[in-house]
């Protein structure tokens, strides 16, 4: 599918704006970080690993434009790594891209300023081409997993549009039909944006994925009535000990997943990992606003004015819950403690 979620075009960032979709596949084009900001707010841009190509040409486009001395230069790249990681807490990827081109910079503060900017630059476009390294790989590893006739349950969307390409959770399936497995897939609506609904279903169909949308609430009677024997996720955020934060509903999927007996994966990159968190417990979960749920995607209210809302945006699955996780790297399985470990030495030391 030739699409590109997000690029770097025009000396601006060029994204799909996708609360156009699936009526319309837009491009905007983000030439400030104010714009970016507020794109990555409304989920113009969104999933975790596509935040994070964001983040890192956020940078970039932050500093770009700065003319002063390097002490000023320094505060201007802290103030714009700070205002762009606050948009969205919970996404691990979108802080990583950050600090990827923060601390490039950082690094090569002997050089002249044009020549640091370049180095961000540099560094932010390193960022996108490893995504797509990193997406392809766990789709090859995460093939292996899915075996013909399978009826693999999937939450939100992880898939191209949630990377830089290809997806997590998606690659998988994506080349798991490439390697000529036939399977279907059921997708949750995932309230209250839909991005099951409007973008994963978009994605499947225009692969030629079998694919059913199903209401949030319907997962249980599916697992009761065996119509489901795996259930893949990708991730926002994961510890150490293998707690994972995505998409609200997450968790239910994996309690059903466990309940029936059925496998419940993970899948996403290393640079979803947050090695200085040892549980989930740690991990901030972000509110969103009220009208999300009072609405049907902000045009046509279904609640009662004024009524109080809870909103957050993820939960997090215990590791108990998860059967393994899918990443780059290989299959990571329990125990995770000390498995996720290994991995996190190997990066450092590779
Ligand atoms: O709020 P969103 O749409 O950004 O949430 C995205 C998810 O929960 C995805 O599952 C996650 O970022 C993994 S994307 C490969």
Not at 55 to 72: A, M, Q, S, T
Not at 85 to 90: I, W
Request: aromatic share 8%; with cysteine; glycine share 8%.
């Amino acid at each position: 599918m030739d699409i590109k979620t997000i690029e770097w075009k025009k000396n601006k960032i060029k994204i799909i704006d996708q609360t156009r979709l699936p009526d319309r596949l837009e491009y905007i084009y983000l030439d400030n970080i104010k714009d970016l900001r507020k794109a990555i707010r409304i989920l113009s841009v969104r999933g975790a690993p596509a935040l994070g190509a964001a983040g890192g040409l956020g940078v970039y486009l932050g500093i770009k434009d700065f003319k002063g001395k390097k002490k000023e230069f320094n505060r201007r790249l802290r103030d714009v790594a700070l205002y762009l990681a606050s948009s969205r807490p919970t996404a691990r990827n979108l802080s990583w891209g950050i600090d990827r081109a923060c601390n490039a910079a950082l690094k090569n503060m002997h050089l002249n300023i044009d020549g640091i900017k370049l180095i961000a630059l540099r560094e932010s476009l390193a960022v996108i081409k490893d995504d797509i390294k990193a997406s392809r790989s766990i789709g090859r590893y995460g093939a292996s997993l899915i075996k013909d006739k399978d009826s693999i349950l999937t939450i939100c969307n992880a898939g191209i549009l949630a990377t830089v390409d290809y997806g997590t959770a998606l690659g998988v399936l994506y080349r798991a039909k490439e390697e000529g497995r036939r399977f279907r897939v059921y997708i949750c609506e995932t309230r209250p944006l839909l991005q099951g609904t409007r973008l994963t279903a978009w994605e499947l169909k225009k692969k030629g994925i079998e694919a059913t949308v199903i209401c949030d609430n319907t997962a249980a009677s599916l697992f009761k009535d065996n119509k489901i024997n795996k259930v893949i996720s990708g991730a926002d955020r994961i510890a150490l000990n293998g707690d994972t934060a995505n998409k609200i509903g997450t968790y239910n999927l994996a309690i059903l997943s466990r309940y029936h007996n059925i496998p419940f994966y993970i899948a996403a990159p290393l640079s979803t990992f947050d090695f200085s968190l040892t549980s989930g417990e740690g991990i901030l979960i972000e509110e969103r606003n009220p009208q999300e749920v009072r609405t049907l995607l902000f045009k046509i209210r279904v609640a009662p004015l004024g009524v109080k809302v809870f909103n957050p945006s993820f939960d997090i699955t215990r590791h108990e819950l998860i059967s393994a996780i899918i990443t780059d790297k290989g299959i990571i399985r329990p125990p995770y403690g000390r498995n996720i470990r290994k991995y996190y030495v190997n990066q450092r030391s590779g």
